[in-house]
């Protein structure tokens, strides 16, 4: 299997909407670091197409907070805040945790069948070492909490699910590049537990249970902010 890069090329066909798609994929699944700068020419090139379509794209992701316009003109991946994180996790227990109470009694065996498949297609693809792992694993955590919220069937919140998704970018693939698959909790430990109270009509414990699933992600960036922060008054005072 050849390594997916963090951008694909795309065809020709409704070529704006394309480059969006791609933009926002990648930002979704933490394809590029907090304060990476993104250039249009050098994305067009990647992306295989004119700048056009990229600079429109680029203009609706800042305006969708998940890029932010410098003045000089450019555009970057928003740098890791304490403030901002605690912004963007108390958003998504509050959201998502309502989606998911939502679509409790929506659910059935089948559902949960295909929950548990995405969980153990997760965990094997944990267990393998290859270069596209953190994109394939990406991939799977999100079919899996939007196959429960898409069960809510809730027009309105699940665009506003997808944009704290779209701004949690940078923090997911941060707390992927810190945890430890030996040392910390299995990240799909929290995705049975959800499983499991879900099968049990257990609003409450449902909650729960997606409240340390996106807690853990947020919890391991807050941790190193905390170390780094100590290592600074460290070197200041020493």
Not at 19 to 35: C, K, P, T
Not at 72 to 81: D, K
Not at 155 to 168: K, N, R
Request: proline share 3%; charged share 30%; glycine share 6%.
């Amino acid at each position: 299997m050849s390594r997916r890069g963090p951008l694909s090329p795309v065809g020709r066909e409704t070529l704006h909407d394309r480059v969006y798609s791609e933009l926002r994929r990648s930002l979704i699944h933490g394809m590029f670091d907090a304060g990476d700068m993104l250039r249009i020419q050098d994305l067009a090139e990647t992306l295989q197409t004119s700048t056009m379509p990229v600079r429109e794209a680029l203009g609706r992701l800042v305006s969708e907070q998940a890029l932010e316009a410098l003045p000089n003109r450019s555009v970057r991946v928003p740098l890791i805040t304490r403030e901002r994180l605690d912004d963007l996790a108390g958003a998504r227990r509050l959201i998502e945790g309502q989606v998911t109470a939502l679509a409790l009694p929506r659910l059935t065996g089948d559902d949960f069948s295909r929950l548990r498949q995405l969980t153990e297609d997760c965990e094997a693809a944990f267990r393998k070492e290859d270069e596209d792992k953190a994109h394939h694993t990406s991939e799977l955590n999100h079919d899996f909490h939007f196959y429960i919220y898409r069960a809510a069937g809730s027009a309105v919140l699940i665009p506003i699910v997808e944009s704290l998704w779209l701004q949690s970018g940078p923090y997911v693939r941060a707390a992927a590049q810190i945890h430890d698959e030996h040392r910390d909790i299995s990240a799909t430990h929290y995705h049975w537990a959800l499983i499991e109270a879900l099968e049990r009509g257990d609003e409450a414990g449902s909650v729960a249970a997606l409240t340390d699933d996106i807690t853990r992600s947020f919890n391991l960036v807050r941790s190193r902010l905390d170390a780094d922060d100590t290592e600074e008054r460290s070197v200041a005072y020493g």
